[in-house]
């Protein structure tokens, strides 16, 4: 299995351009993740100059993702496709400047079978810019 930092997102998500929201994964654990994203322009997300609050949450939809992705890779978890079911209690603090690196981290908090409750941050620098629970649905392929 190579090294987390040397496995490529597009190998550990179901994604594909143009709506890849994150660069890299930079943390996984049964429990936790981070990944980081630099919004562009011209990115998926990115109108009018601003990055649109929609693609942070779609952002820490795909970290878990990507952590799941690459747990399974590693054997530590069944492979299955998934889906973002439900966001509660998100706040945005302020929308991300262009070019602005950002990480994106993520941490189970509940896991009730094929449902998971994860609590999510973006951050920029060590200052939060959004965050909020997340529900996704798991269906592990059986």
């Given at each position: ?29 049964e ?67 262009l070019?602005?690196?950002l ?40």
């Amino acid at each position: 299995m190579p090294a987390l930092q040397d496995t490529p997102v597009l190998e550990l998500l179901p994604h594909r351009a143009p709506v890849v929201m994150i660069d890299a994964l930079l943390e996984a654990s049964e429990t936790r993740g981070a990944a980081a994203k630099t919004f562009r322009r011209g990115d998926y997300g990115v109108s009018g100059g601003a990055v649109a609050e929609p693609a942070l949450i779609e952002c820490a939809a795909q970290t878990v993702a990507a952590m799941f992705g690459y747990l399974a890779r590693s054997g530590a978890r069944a492979s299955g496709l998934g889906f973002l079911a439900g966001v509660s209690l998100f706040s945005f603090n302020r929308r991300p400047e262009l070019d602005e690196p950002l990480r994106i981290e993520v941490e189970v908090t509940r896991n009730l079978g094929p449902m998971f409750i994860v609590e999510a941050k973006i951050l920029s620098g060590a200052r939060r810019i959004a965050g909020g629970e997340l529900k996704l649905y798991l269906h592990d392929g059986k």
